[in-house]
């Protein structure tokens, strides 16, 4: 006959600990509940010019959560990493600071998040990861429904620092801005997530012309002149004396 091993009290408690403790750090995720968040940057920027990138944010959720509407709880966007990652940018592909995210809104021509800000987050000084959190509720409609009911366009206004440091390949200028989206369920409360990645090129500004200097040719047709001003000056003068 064969025995069940018994658990002693100290095992017990070691093993609801553990139990415990996954369940407060790890959120609950499941597949019916999840999207699509495409990060729209151009395809060359410059530095110290502002640009305007976009996330569109789009309910995707299978069923049998196709019918529930998600809200959009936060997003993280690591504007330059040298790899595409899934969502988050790890080593050796990290190269923060060559971006600064400036304002994040919602786009006026979509109405789940029309005009609604984000706070902008503190950058990870290790990763350049930024959290955006709406300042309102955004609520996205069933993903069964109008595609518009569910979609967030979200307008960030970004500048480039410097070039990057750590390139997609040396010389180049090129990084990827990769991101990610965290949705819960309004009805479930589950949670879920999407990932996305855009491939940027960043190039210095161009060279202050220098100041014209005017050649010897013109600094004689300016003495010149100033001669015949002075010389007509005098003959005026001279009648009205």
Do not use: Y
């Not at 009290?9 to 996954?22: E, K, N, Q, R």
């Not at 407060?24 to 509940?33: K, L």
């Amino acid at each position: 006959m064969s025995h069940r091993p018994v658990l002693g009290p100290a095992a017990a408690i070691l093993s609801l600990t553990v139990i415990l403790a996954c369940g407060v750090m790890v959120p609950r995720v499941d597949a019916g509940i999840g999207g699509s968040s495409t990060i729209v940057m151009p395809g060359t920027v410059v530095v110290g010019v502002t640009f305007n990138p976009s996330i569109i944010i789009r309910n995707q959720s299978t069923p049998p959560n196709d019918t529930e509407s998600v809200k959009v709880i936060s997003a993280f966007i690591t504007p330059s990493c040298a790899g595409p990652g899934l969502g988050i940018c790890v080593p050796p592909n990290l190269d923060p600071g060559v971006f600064d995210i400036l304002a994040a809104a919602g786009d006026p021509n979509t109405a789940s998040c029309a005009g609604i800000s984000f706070q902008i987050g503190t950058p990870n000084p290790a990763t350049g990861e930024v959290q955006l959190t709406p300042n309102q509720t955004i609520t996205l409609g069933p993903s069964a429904g109008p595609v518009a009911a569910a979609t967030c366009q979200v307008d960030l206004l970004m500048v480039a620092k410097k070039l990057p440091e750590n390139p997609v390949t040396p010389g180049t200028g090129q990084t990827f801005t990769v991101g990610r989206t965290v949705l819960q369920g309004v009805t479930s409360g589950i949670f879920g997530s999407s990932a996305s990645t855009s491939l940027v090129t960043v190039v210095a500004a161009p060279p202050t012309p220098p100041t014209a200097v005017p050649t010897l040719s013109e600094w004689v047709m300016i003495l010149l002149a100033a001669l015949m001003v002075l010389a007509g000056a005098i003959a005026l003068r001279r009648r009205l004396a």
